[in-house]
């Protein structure tokens, strides 16, 4: 049962804050079995003075519970465990935290806790709750793995399965390098010699594929913890691995959008804005971008065309802004300026019809398909590799701008929807320029002819 117990308060977790969470571990009965550095930080307790006694010497509430499983349970009746609990610090004072328990199984079938312990405070300047830290109290579930001195796997719960693909009765008992003999089990290894050693708190980063998944690589970050017994000397190393994916696009994401506000809207020449969207864009969003007009916003012809309205009169483009990784945008049939062919059946076709953007995980260039109906299209698809597009429309107030294109080519992983997302806020800030810049011509020609 993944995460069985496991309880949760707070917003995104944030891996840098990762060493400020204090760790215990717990047995069924709730006697603390392992004590961390950052435990004794927190409340004030060694790892003497714990170990080996109940959790309710810090925890007053596991007064009235006979087991661990009881008091998780006696949490989720009382108040649905929004995660806030009383802490009693060695000194006398009473804490205000954010616990946490997760569930962990060893090798014989007995049980184990993780408890992990933040404290809470009042609100930063920018209004974000700076007690809720690390992704032990975020949303998102997290694996958790004991070690011994040898490095030995003792206790793990399911969701570390999830994150490597690497099933729990294939763990327990073995080290990281016996069952991932690579430099990067080294490397885990490695750090977690130094915690032994020294009992500092580690913390690594790494990016993997899920092992169920073909969708886009996702970035970890593990934390590792020494655990101290009775005696102080070390038992053994907690090591946690969270999901940092959405964390690491929301910086990216941020990155561009300020970017864009830094260069988007700096001219009044549309043909200029296009360009800057697919500078933007490349390449952080994509591999190759392409920025295509509706020719009455770039060369006043023809009145504007309104949003999905393309049953009469398809809207003609023109190549406005080109981007690639590549030196001298081999991707693209078209030049700046040229008219753009669009096939009736393609993506771009579509997404018009349905005045909304459209992705193309897989993008399908077999024989036959629409990117025949184009030859020179057709070529530069085949031979650059496009594999994944989106084709997110420029409008304003029901009016088509445009069109852009998002392309991948050497970038192997398929665009999902969080890149969508970015694609459309970048797309949504370059159309405001536009229209600024389509409005500011119409001015400047209306007082010409005068």
Request: proline share 6%; hydrophobic share 40%.
């Amino acid at each position: 049962m993944t995460s069985l117990g496991a309880v949760t308060l707070g917003k995104q977790l944030n891996a840098s804050d990762i060493s400020d969470t204090a760790i215990a571990l717990l047995d069924e009965q709730g006697t603390v079995a392992g004590w961390t550095q950052t435990a004794e930080r927190l409340v004030g307790y060694s790892a003497g003075d714990v170990v080996g006694r109940s959790a309710a010497l810090v925890l007053p509430a596991f007064e009235e519970a006979a087991t661990t499983s009881a008091f998780v349970e006696q949490c989720r009746t009382e108040n649905g465990w929004p995660g806030a609990q009383a802490l009693r610090h060695r000194d006398g004072r009473v804490l205000d935290v954010s616990l946490r328990l997760t569930m962990l199984r060893g090798q014989d079938g007995t049980t184990r806790w993780l408890a992990s312990m933040t404290g809470t405070g009042p609100l930063s300047e920018d209004g974000m709750d700076g007690s809720v830290r690390g992704p032990l109290l975020a949303r998102e579930p997290i694996g958790v793995a004991i070690r011994d001195r040898q490095l030995r796997c003792t206790f793990v719960n399911d969701v570390a399965e999830s994150h490597d693909g690497l099933p729990g009765a294939r763990r327990l008992g073995r080290r990281h390098t016996d069952v991932r003999p690579r430099s990067h089990a080294e490397t885990l290894e490695a750090v977690m010699r130094q915690v032994l050693q020294n009992g500092a708190t580690k913390v690594h980063e790494y990016r993997t594929y899920l092992p169920t998944s073909q969708g886009p690589e996702h970035q970890f970050a593990a934390s590792f913890q020494c655990l101290q017994g009775a005696d102080g000397a070390a038992l053994g190393v907690c090591v946690i691995s969270a999901d940092v994916t959405a964390n690491r696009q929301t910086r990216e994401r941020l990155a561009v959008l300020g970017q864009a506000s830094a260069r988007l809207g700096s001219t009044l020449d549309v043909m200029q804005v296009s360009q800057e969207l697919a500078d933007v864009a490349v390449p952080l969003v994509a591999d190759y971008v392409a920025v295509d007009l509706e020719q009455s916003v770039s060369f006043g012809e023809g009145p504007p065309v309104r949003i999905g309205a393309t049953g009469k009169r398809f809207p003609a483009f023109r190549r406005a802004g080109l981007a690639s990784i590549r030196q001298g945008v081999p991707e693209s049939p078209w030049v700046r300026g040229e008219p753009v062919d669009v096939p009736p059946t393609s993506p771009f076709a579509a997404a018009l019809h349905a005045g909304q953007s459209r992705l193309e995980p897989v993008l399908d260039t077999a024989p036959g398909t629409w990117v025949d109906e184009v030859p020179a299209l057709a070529h530069r698809v085949r031979e650059s590799g496009m594999h994944s597009i989106m084709v997110v429309p420029i409008r304003t107030r029901r009016a088509l701008l445009g069109m852009a294109l998002f392309v991948r080519t050497e970038n192997p992983v398929p665009f999902h929807e969080a890149d969508l997302l970015l694609a459309e806020e970048l797309v949504n800030r370059a159309a405001q320029a536009l229209d600024n810049a389509r409005q500011y011509a119409r001015k400047h020609t209306a007082a010409l002819t005068l």
